[in-house]
């Protein structure tokens, strides 16, 4: 009978889970197995191996055949080596103890590997991350100018006022020339109109214009005597 060491699907959809068997190589992938050696789950990040080591390669000593998946997964977790060592063990060319101890020298360096290759991972996430947030940045920098320079309104240029005691200067300055300028001017002489300033002077020489006939009515008398007085000489 052929032996197999394959897997076997469980889980929901999308979400699958496989389980590591020892099976017939006749049965169907999910019907009856002989033994269940380990588990793989895929959808972690690594993905997540549980494995009896001991188990797996004594179905590999005594002829089973794993799959090409299982094979990869035998290599990953060291299982062919442990089953080579083992064959020179019992061929004679190595003792156990150092079977066992190149094997646990070989498992240490692994353990240091995937280490290191966590530690890259995680660093080339952070750098990605990085660089995508500053990639976010500068657009997010370049929209805000965009939507700055479209709605940018001019402010309009503040004008100086004047001091108010300099306004005050002025105005007592301009005082007089404005007073000037509104005072009414001097009445002319119209054609054939006397101002009244020429008037004054007639009104004050009225009184002489009256004393001249005083004035020839004194004189009548004496001629009258005159003549009065040459009538009887004749």
């Known amino acids: 009978m052929a032996v197999k060491i394959r897997l076997t699907r469980r889980g929901r959809k999308r ?67 442990k089953k080579h060592l083992q064959v020179g063990v019992v061929k004679g060319a190595i003792t156990q103890e150092q079977a066992d101890e190149k094997f646990n020298a070989w498992k240490d360096d692994k353990a240091n590997r995937v280490a290191t290759k966590a530690d890259t991972k995680v660093q080339s996430k952070d750098k990605a991350r990085q660089e995508r947030l500053a990639a976010e940045q500068k657009v997010s920098a370049a ?41 009414p001017a001097a009445p002319e002489m119209e054609a054939g109109v006397p101002s009244v300033e020429a008037e004054a002077p007639a009104a004050e020489e009225a009184p002489a214009a009256e004393a001249a006939p005083v004035a020839q009515a004194d004189e009548a008398p004496a001629a009258e005597a005159t003549s009065t007085d040459d009538k009887p000489a004749a």
Do not use: C
Request: proline letters at 7%; glycine letters at 4%; charged letters at 25%.
């Open 143 to 183: 929209r805000a100018e965009t939507i700055a320079a479209k709605y940018k309104v001019e402010e309009p240029v503040a004008e100086v006022a004047p001091e108010p005691v300099a306004e005050v200067a002025d105005a007592h300055d301009d005082a007089p020339a404005a007073v000037a300028a509104e005072a």
């Open 15 to 81: 979400m699958a889970i496989y389980d590591i068997v020892v099976a017939e190589s006749r049965s169907p992938r999910d019907g009856k197995y002989i033994e269940k050696i380990g588990s793989y789950n895929p959808n972690n990040d690594p993905a997540r191996i549980v494995l009896d080591a001991n188990r797996a390669v004594y179905w590999l000593m005594v002829g089973a055949q794993p799959s090409d998946t299982t094979r990869s997964i035998f290599s990953h977790e060291g299982i062919m080596l």
